[in-house]
């Protein structure tokens, strides 16, 4: 029995994990799967219920589940919170911390129907396929010390750069392993002619890329990276990289394709794996029937490769989603000249019926 543990959050969190969760309904019954999708509240909705934006109950369901696929949380409703309730830090950072997810995966495909939605040039950008690897729980965002003090000049502020060959071994080697499921190329990224981190991060990626020959192997500077990506993106198939270069190139990458309504992502390797769109609560459209699911229902397939590796379920969920593009059926965030736009539910049973054909 695989467990799933189903946050929608606050917003459009709501409408696109209810979308997301009838897909997941649908491919289980074609496929026959064993899926138990248990609902529990989490962010505001759960600060107005209970007073905290992770109850008791809420982090149980997540620790006796093997994945989470969350929506997004928060709103004006929650911004003025003390900082010891804000929704961030007791939910989404206190989730992420308890899964001790060290891996994340962000895909950016380009769909050919969706080309024209990219502000490159379609012969730049069509067949695009990128999996960024960003290491998530060191680096920059967690050394220590982190500090900022009095200075004749003002003030004086340190964050430290720290990484450890362990911590590289174990995110390059997962991105080997992705790439020989893929086709076969993994770029890691760093900034070895600067930093003694990213000297460390090179030594060890090219020690671990010996134990597969099969895969082709480069090393690239952040800087170069970052202009290939708009230069000649489709040299790419997985790009490792630690966590600050891999925040920024992530949403570089994720951007090249199109909206953020349809970028899924995944957060694996610690206690429970967490999948989720890139986006927000989107408090602007909340309500309305206009959020596009699809970044949340590409999160859902991600999460039946990955955490319960079932491959084609996985398949027949994202070929209904490039087959309800083509046929030109659009969320308001995606329309082009010529495309049929649909609300956020509508698009949900498009994508369930194709699931099902
Ligand atoms: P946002 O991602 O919610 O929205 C940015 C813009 O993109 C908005 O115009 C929105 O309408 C649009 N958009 C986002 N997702 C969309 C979708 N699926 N379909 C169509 N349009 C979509 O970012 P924001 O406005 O900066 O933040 C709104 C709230 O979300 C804030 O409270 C913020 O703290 C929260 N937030 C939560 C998460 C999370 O839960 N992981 C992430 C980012 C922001």
């Given at each position: 029995m695989a467990k799933i543990a189903l946050l929608p959050g606050d917003g459009i969190g709501v409408e696109i994990t209810k979308q997301a969760a009838l897909v997941l309904e649908t491919v289980s019954a074609k496929y026959g799967l064993d899926l138990e999708l248990n609902e529990g509240l989490f962010g505001g909705a759960a600060y107005d219920q209970t007073g905290t934006a992770f109850p008791p109950e809420t982090i149980e369901l997540v620790q006796t589940s093997d994945a989470v696929l969350l929506g997004a949380i928060g709103g004006p409703k929650w911004d003025s919170l003390p900082a010891d309730e804000r929704l961030e830090i007791v939910g989404l950072l206190r989730l992420r911390k308890m899964a001790g997810a060290y891996a994340n995966l962000r895909p950016a495909v380009m769909y050919p129907s969706m080309?024209?939605?990219?502000?490159?040039k379609p012969d730049v950008v069509s067949g695009i396929d990128i999996m960024v690897v960003r290491e998530l729980t060191g680096g920059l965002y967690f050394g220590e010390p982190r500090l900022r003090e009095p200075h004749p000049t003002g003030a004086r502020a340190v964050d430290t750069l720290e990484y450890t060959t362990l911590e590289i071994e174990r995110i390059v080697d997962l991105a080997f392993q992705l790439a020989r499921g893929r086709r076969g190329k993994v770029t890691s990224v760093d900034k070895a002619n600067v930093l003694e981190s990213s000297r460390l991060w090179r030594e060890v990626a090219c020690a671990v890329a010996q134990k597969y020959p099969d895969v082709e192997f480069e090393s690239m500077l952040v800087d170069n990276c970052a202009m290939q990506l708009v230069r000649k993106p489709k040299q790419f198939d997985v790009l490792v990289t630690e966590n600050m270069f891999g925040d920024i190139l992530s949403d570089e990458a994720a951007m090249l394709t199109g909206s953020i309504g349809m970028l899924p992502s995944a957060s694996i390797g610690g206690d429970v794996d967490i999948y989720e769109p890139i986006h927000g609560s989107a408090p602007d459209i909340a309500g309305k029937n206009m959020a596009n699911p699809i970044g949340t229902i590409l999160s859902a397939a991600m999460m039946l490769r990955y955490?319960?590796?079932l491959d084609e379920p996985a398949r027949a969920i994202e070929r209904a989603v490039e087959r309800v593009l083509e046929a030109g059926y659009r969320t308001a965030d995606i329309t082009s000249p010529g495309s049929r736009t649909v609300g956020t539910d509508e698009m949900g049973e498009l994508i369930c019926r194709e699931v099902d054909a």
């Open positions: 080309v024209d939605s990219s502000t490159l955490t319960f590796r």
